[in-house]
């Protein structure tokens, strides 16, 4: 294995003394290893971070749930996106501090930040769909074939969705007129059941939170991450890919990944 790493090392040396910047090499379970040329290549593309001039590292892979499916089609593009995304991010300067809440206050925050994150992932947190949300009758159509359709198809959501379009563009039109009927009678339905909008208020669980208070570092502003923690933000944006259960989520959180990635593998944050 150590003379495996050795000949990788000496492979990125060569893409290095060639004039390549940064030269990344994805090893699967292994992890990954990139190497970055020196301040005077990095001069010449502004977009790279200086601070990686020189750096080489190698960061294992990304862990995943023993049970997750996996797909490793596209991981290396997956992985790709993601570096070259950490090498754009910048910090703000901006920092920002609450107040310390109460436990009652922390369960409440904890709760509306995993609903949001949830949501940014794509990942539906509520049981019903929301009043405010459009009821189609092709919608309807596939929630009423999906828990059907989920078994037949091995539970791939491509095929399931592929599978029930085809199904819906062979129905009658008489059909698709009782679905659009049906559709119209649900809308009305969430409409007449929607709570009554009351005028805005402190609630109790949120009333003792106080607004955060904004500062700005700017030791801080525009700095860009360290290559370690950029190798384990495209490890993880990999890691998001190759899981069957979370490749094909509309949205990626790139502040829950951003934080996940901040912490090392030696175990100390990044400052």
Excluded at 89 to 112: F, I
Excluded at 146 to 162: E, M, N, T
Excluded at 240 to 253: A, E, G, P, Q, Y
């Amino acid at each position: 294995a150590e003379q495996d790493f050795a000949q990788i090392k000496k492979a990125a040396s060569i893409f290095i003394e060639c004039g390549v910047a940064i030269i990344a090499v994805t090893r699967g379970k292994k992890g990954c290893y990139i190497a970055c040329s020196d301040e005077e290549r990095f001069s010449s593309t502004k977009m790279l971070p200086t601070t990686w001039a020189g750096e080489d590292i190698a960061v294992d892979a990304a862990e995943l749930p023993s049970t997750a499916e996996i797909n490793s089609n596209g991981a290396g593009d997956a992985f790709t996106s993601g570096l070259l995304v950490a090498a754009m991010l910048r910090h703000t300067g901006v920092c920002m501090q609450y107040n310390s809440p109460t436990k009652d206050n922390e369960a409440y925050l904890d709760s509306d930040m995993n609903t949001s994150l949830d949501s940014l992932d794509g990942v539906s947190t509520g049981a019903s769909s929301s009043p405010s949300k459009k009821v189609t009758p092709y919608s309807l159509y596939i929630r009423e074939n999906y828990v059907a359709l989920k078994a037949q198809c091995s539970d791939d959501k491509k095929v399931i969705f592929a599978k029930c379009n085809e199904m819906w563009e062979e129905e009658s039109e008489e059909t698709k007129q009782m679905y659009e009927r049906k559709a119209k009678e649900e809308m009305a339905s969430a409409q007449d059941e929607a709570p009554k909008v009351l005028p805005l208020t402190e609630s109790p669980s949120t009333a003792s939170i106080k607004s955060p208070k904004m500062s700005r570092n700017l030791n801080l502003a525009n700095q860009p991450m360290n290559l370690e923690t950029a190798a384990q933000f495209a490890s993880l944006v990999a890691a998001r890919h190759v899981d069957t259960s979370t490749r094909d989520c509309n949205h990626l959180n790139i502040n829950t990944i951003r934080e996940q990635s901040s912490v090392s593998m030696h175990g100390l944050e990044e400052i």
